[in-house]
DNA sequence: GGAATAGTGTCTATAAGACAGTATGCA
DNA sequence: TGCATACTGTCTTATAGACACTATTCC
């Protein structure tokens, strides 16, 4: 095969029976109402493990890159393969290679993304034909013990997400079209864990000219909340070297 | 060999023949006094493509990823074998892997650096024996055409430079250990690309508590500047998932 | 003494946070 | 009518930027 070499310098060679396998991670958001709290919830789907290693245990739904397939494009197809989702944001989290995170080599590009809360949306298949649960929804705050460096890989994006929420507008990708300040506001109280003003939210917000309000308005609790809709001329946020940056 | 799945729904399958191959690539970024001009200006390495594709195009320090080797230890690696320099410090930047970037099929794990201008270690090494002028300092702002992406992954490089700049200490990176005030001004004035007030600029950092004021001075043209040092104490920055976080 | 650089003081504009107060629907 | 939620107004405080001013050294 023909030689790709990055730098002119001598390198170490790959051998075909000594490979580094690359693998592509996505780890998913959305929210979720509980009934025992008053605030949504974050939560994640897991996919448990039918093989080794760590078989039985949880992970991040993921497979691995083919050969035609670029990086954002694997993300996407392995997420619907193993869950059936599709995000309404994607962008790359981190490319994670310890050699001592899986028996054999792998290289994993792990992504995150956020999930509308549309009923159908968040309906999770199961591609295991004979194993009836092996998609599932879990509290993103107290997970169990995950498999290979899955634990420190969601502690990793949950940090990103807390991050990203103060300084892009990511929370949209947790919402539907329309929706009300309040609701968007327990999205950011979700996410970064405290109670926000509500005056100040709104002031700020209002300001930021992100938001076009509409003239419907969302009833059944007190007064009626108008509803916005995000204006789609702003940015929604910088994901990646590949979109264009003031 | 073991097969090591990532997700257990049916994926595709890696040949031997037919692979992903893993490059660990790196843009170091140095300053350099310019003496037509009065700021210093951004500078980074390149190597000289000695083989096909886009021979004899410049293009990033980098290599092959070992198969008993983690990322960051490949960028260090590479590095020193390309060009000889050890940064203070680096970073992962971005995975690419388009299936356009190159002919056959390579992910590149780019990492990004910042190199202290101490004389001795910006002294640029030349491994390729019988070719003497493989490796070259560039001026970061005018760049050539560059081999594969590595124009956009330079570009890139920069925004986040100058992005963390603004919230982070990485200006640290590019300073000796002792160093003025107008030293670090001019560090942030040569990233951003633009002038700074000097008085501003004081009281900003020194009111972060990141700077420790020694009893030295820097002597030479007119008032003497106090020398300070950065503390250690504070967090430099945020350089990944595997560092700890407040 | 004059030029140049180091360092200080102060005013203004902006934004964030706290919180009182008004508006409007539902029970 | 009372309560809960939507929405508005205002005060305080922190911070960034502009810029005048003082201090110290070199020539």
């Keep these: 095969m023909t030689r790709t070499t990055i730098a002119p310098a001598e390198t170490a060679e790959n051998t075909a029976d000594d490979v580094t396998r690359v693998a ?12 025992d709290r008053d605030a949504p919830t974050l939560v994640l789907p897991l996919v448990r493990r039918t093989r080794d290693p760590y078989e039985g ?6 497979g691995w890159l083919d050969i035609a397939e670029s990086l954002d ?36 590009i792990v992504y995150w993304a956020l999930l509308r ?14 194993a009836p649960e092996n998609v599932a ?9 995950l498999a290979f460096d899955h634990n420190e890989i969601v502690d990793y994006a949950l940090w990103r997400l807390r991050n990203k929420v103060g300084y892009s507008r990511i929370a949209h990708g947790l919402l539907a079209d329309e929706f009300t300040l309040a609701e968007l506001r327990e999205v950011y109280e979700s996410i970064l ?14 300001n930021s ?22 204006n789609q001329d702003v940015e929604l946020t910088d994901r990646g070297p590949l979109e264009i940056r003031h």
């Design 209 to 230: 000219g992100t938001l076009l309000p509409t003239d419907r308005f969302r009833t059944g609790s007190h007064r009626p909340a108008r509803l916005y809709r995000y």
């Design 73 to 108: 494009a694997a993300a996407s197809r392995t997420l619907a393969e193993t869950t059936g989702l599709a995000p309404s944001y994607l962008e790359q989290l981190y490319a994670f290679g310890a050699t001592d995170r899986s028996p054999t080599r792998v290289v994993s």
């Design 193 to 206: 864990g405290r109670r926000l003003d509500p005056a100040n939210f709104r002031r700020q917000v209002e």
């Design 24 to 35: 592509v991670s996505t780890v998913i958001f959305s929210l979720r109402h509980d009934p």
């Design 57 to 62: 245990l949880w992970a991040l739904p993921g």
């Design 137 to 145: 929804w879990f509290d993103a705050a107290s997970l169990p013990r």
């Design 117 to 130: 809360p549309d009923a159908a949306s968040t309906q999770l298949i199961d591609r295991t034909k004979d």
